[in-house]
């Protein structure tokens, strides 16, 4: 009796800890991004190097603090691709991230086969929005736009533990 009993509690501890565990990979750590109209989607631009705004709506984001590649974010634009190639850095070899499958405005699978196939293009919202991470922005040709995070050679670096070199900004403390 007692030898069941024990077996039972493993078997109940390990479900929860594997029920624990992924609530906090999928939905614990992330929280929705306060919108912040003429600001949340800016692009590098090609004349000044400076992030500028461009137009949008129906901005939806979400973050979470446990990662700097967490961001994840859709809206919808006037703008087509060709458009902005004009007047913003595009991103070289863009790979869109995943993103909970809860957050349903954002598909990485549907992205990356419209960038493969050039129905949507991608460009460098801002480099390195945190240390290593740029973020990136791309926008289809029916208007929809998406935005995440991505490591950048320093930040691929950094984190795989490679000697940085003197071509990327020094770590910041702390």
């Not at 069941?4 to 565990?21: N, P, Q």
């Not at 990662?67 to 060709?82: K, Q, Y």
């Not at 190639?85 to 992205?111: H, I, K, M, R």
């Amino acid at each position: 009796m007692t030898g069941k009993l024990l077996a039972i509690i493993l078997v109940t501890c390990a479900v929860a800890a594997g029920a624990g565990m992924y609530y906090l990979q999928v939905y614990g750590f992330y929280y929705d991004v306060e919108p912040r109209p003429g600001q949340d989607v800016a692009l590098l631009s090609a004349a000044t190097g400076v992030p500028e705004p461009i137009a949008y709506d129906a901005f939806r984001a979400i973050d979470a603090d446990s990662s700097p590649i967490r961001f994840r974010a859709c809206f919808e634009t006037t703008m087509t691709p060709d458009q902005l190639a004009a007047s913003f850095v595009p991103a070289q070899n863009p790979e869109p991230l995943t993103a909970p499958g809860w957050f349903d405005c954002y598909d990485a699978v549907a992205l990356a086969s419209a960038l493969a196939s050039g129905q949507a293009q991608a460009f460098i919202a801002e480099k390195n929005i945190h240390y290593g991470v740029d973020r990136i922005v791309a926008v289809t040709q029916d208007g929809k736009g998406y935005v995440w995070h991505a490591l950048n050679n320093c930040g691929e670096k950094a984190y795989d533990g490679t000697v940085i070199g003197e071509e990327c900004p020094p770590r910041p403390q702390g």
